[in-house]
């Protein structure tokens, strides 16, 4: 393992043997994933978490990226920006050796790509990395290595033109089906949150026509298992209010404009008020997002991705987080594309910390994790 320029300040991070790490997939590497990155390292933030933070990345694709953007000036800062680990293992000795010296902004495991990386363009023969981000961490997720993984954007298009697929052999479709196929899971819930509220969703994304027919009453349950599970396990919240949408305008107001929240939604939400949970029967979308309903909601669940994400984005587009619900670890996401057009352009050095979505998704993994072991 070895100490890498580029160099900055000393960090902050305290790293103990018993506590597992969080980790990044910087995914495509041609994006913005490595630049917000190393924007936050160099505004002293990745130091402000409680966890060690693993980064996967091309070291010379990272460190190229770096002088891009901030240029020969790193050779004058004063403690390491990064340093190269050669496995999550390795956390454990660092912990013993760094003891009154300089600690690096986070740990970078090298994920190599088969050729070199240009800021803004699409190299489809450097796909294999961005998989390999992936797979390296489920593993050390799933084996309980890493407390939480949080992902960077990638661009699907590209590993469906290099030929890469999901686990059962269908078109790779994003970061939720990957991870959910490989843990083996029959289904999980796309959840969006910000500081104004959480929003789950029970279909994703179809075409609009599709939504009714995928209104199912397992559909509906099993999400709504999830959600209450994952704000009990990984939010901390013992007895969480939900809210529900209903599918139709007014709530299918009585059965005069669908009968799909009579029929199916309303008999699924009275077996869990009946088991306890405080969760609302179908609510007319057009007034569930409103401050008199919301102030006191923990999560709301939409019942397609149209009818709950514009409302949400609306309140904080910029620091959403994409969460997976359902998954046996924690998985938080960027809410943003790749962004070819601003990777490598030192004007987005100019973006604040508080406001990316990064970082709100580094600080939403730490706080469920923190919950998990409290």
Same mark, same amino acid.
Not at 30 to 43: F, K
Not at 110 to 135: D, I, R, S, T, Y
């Given at each position: ?37 190393? %924007? ?49 293992? =390795? ?76 686990? =059962? ?16 899971? %029959? ?30 009453? =397992?559909?509906?349950? %099993? ?6 599970? =994952?704000?009990? %396990? ?141």
């Amino acid at each position: 393992m070895s100490t890498t320029y580029p160099l900055t300040k000393t960090s902050s991070i305290n790293i103990k043997p018993s506590t597992a790490s969080l980790v990044v997939t910087t995914g495509e590497p041609a994006g913005i994933g490595m630049d917000i990155l190393l %924007q936050l390292a160099m505004q002293q933030k990745l130091g402000e978490l409680s966890y060690p933070l693993i980064v996967l990345a091309d070291e010379a694709a990272l460190q190229q990226r770096f002088e891009l953007i901030y240029g020969s000036g790193v050779s004058k800062l004063s403690g390491p920006l990064w340093q190269r680990i050669e496995s999550v293992n =390795d956390l454990q000795q660092i912990s013993g050796q760094t003891k009154g010296n300089a600690l690096p902004q986070f740990y970078l495991l090298h994920v190599g790509c088969a050729e070199p990386v240009v800021a803004g363009q699409l190299n489809v023969n450097n796909a294999a990395m961005v998989v390999q981000q992936l797979q390296t961490a489920h593993q050390w997720a799933a084996s309980g290595a890493a407390s939480a993984i949080v992902t960077g954007p990638l661009q699907k298009s590209v590993l469906i033109d290099a030929g890469i697929t999901l686990e =059962d052999g269908g078109m790779f479709t994003g970061h939720t089906e990957f991870f959910m196929q490989k843990s083996g899971c %029959q289904k999980v819930v796309m959840m969006l949150a910000n500081s104004a509220m959480k929003v789950a969703l029970v279909t994703i994304h179809m075409p609009l026509r599709q939504v009714a027919d995928a209104i199912t009453a =397992d559909n509906v349950r %099993q999400t709504v298992r999830i959600v209450l599970n =994952d704000l009990r %396990q990984k939010f901390g919240l013992p007895n969480p209010k939900i809210l529900v949408c209903g599918l139709n305008p007014h709530a299918g107001e009585d059965g005069h404009l669908g009968t799909e929240e009579i029929d199916i939604i309303n008999p699924v939400l009275r077996e869990f008020q009946q088991q306890g949970a405080n969760i609302s029967l179908a609510m007319p979308a057009d007034t569930l997002f409103t401050t008199r309903h919301l102030q006191d909601c923990d999560a709301v669940i939409a019942m397609y991705h149209d009818q709950g994400l514009p409302v949400l984005k609306s309140h904080g587009f910029g620091d959403t987080v994409n969460l997976t619900l359902g998954l046996p670890y924690i998985r938080t996401s960027v809410d943003h594309g790749t962004a070819l057009d601003l990777a490598g352009n030192s004007a987005t050095s100019d973006v604040q910390p508080s406001s990316s979505s990064l970082w709100q998704a580094l600080i939403m993994a730490e706080a469920m994790v923190h919950s998990q072991q409290t």
